[in-house]
């Protein structure tokens, strides 16, 4: 529809809620004029917010939505003070301006003349971004533990190694005689003594790997679709 001042705006249901162009509510639809929505219930702005009719994109029996993404809402400047917007027609440009720097259309919207008339086509696409979070840990602890461990040493011990020869010699009586002979022996034992060594270290590195994830959503357009009545032909072109 047109306004009196001669700008197109496009129609607002009331007792409606509004949304951001990506879906999120915003608030609650109170009034509207041929300048400003004034809306209420919004965790963004204070009640009786007003929004140019311009930033409104299109409407259904679901809601009226914008043509502003949530993350972009505090940068409008819109507050409960109309006049602090100066001239309306200086605002409606600064944000069709602003539409077009977004890099895509966010609105239906008729234009031109009524024998030239342009209707803009929206669909989403989406945007990555990425944030650090902690994925996980890793920790290192050392515990005792005990286990049986041998080893062989050599040692020594003497023993003793009796022989016997034959001889052939005169004897004496006296020689008939008992006897003891004592030999001492010797033999090495092990003694075993414990030593503490470090045999290991153990260092813990960060360093970053780059891979690729593949992530996705449902992403919604709007399709064109061309119904002829009567006798009419129509050229398609594309652009």
């Given at each position: 529809m047109?306004?009196?001042s001669g700008r197109?705006?496009?129609?607002?249901?009331p007792a409606v809620d509004l949304y951001a162009s990506d879906g999120d509510r915003i608030g609650h639809v109170d009034e509207l004029n041929p300048d400003f929505v004034i809306v209420s219930g919004s965790d963004y702005f204070g009640d009786g917010t007003y929004i140019p009719r311009s930033a409104v994109s299109r409407s259904?029996?679901?809601g009226v939505y914008l043509n502003v993404a949530r993350d972009q809402l505090e940068s409008q400047g819109w507050g409960t003070d109309p006049?602090?917007?100066g001239d309306s027609d200086s605002t409606d440009s600064t944000l069709l301006e602003q539409r077009e720097q977004?890099?895509?259309?966010?609105a239906w919207t008729e234009t031109g003349t009524q024998d030239d008339q342009r209707i803009e086509r929206v669909e989403e696409d989406l945007r990555a971004t990425k944030s650090a979070r902690q994925?996980?840990?890793?920790?290192?602890?050392?515990?005792?533990?005990?286990?049986?461990?041998?080893?062989?040493?050599?040692?020594?011990?003497?023993?003793?190694?009796?022989?016997?020869?034959?001889?052939d010699r005169p004897a004496s009586g006296s020689d008939f005689q008992g006897g003891t002979i004592s030999v001492p022996l010797k033999e090495e034992t092990v003694?075993?003594?414990k030593e503490a060594r470090v045999v290991e270290e153990i260092e813990l590195d960060k360093q970053v790997v780059q891979e690729t994830v593949e992530v996705g959503d449902t992403v919604r357009k709007e399709r064109v679709n061309i119904e002829q009545t009567g006798d009419v032909e129509v050229e398609?072109?594309?652009g």
């Open positions: 047109t306004s009196e197109e705006v496009v129609d607002v249901i259904d029996e679901n006049s602090a917007y977004s890099g895509r259309a966010d994925a996980g840990e890793v920790r290192v602890t050392k515990d005792v533990v005990e286990e049986e461990k041998r080893m062989s040493v050599p040692v020594s011990k003497e023993q003793v190694e009796i022989r016997s020869r034959s001889v003694d075993i003594q398609r072109r594309n």
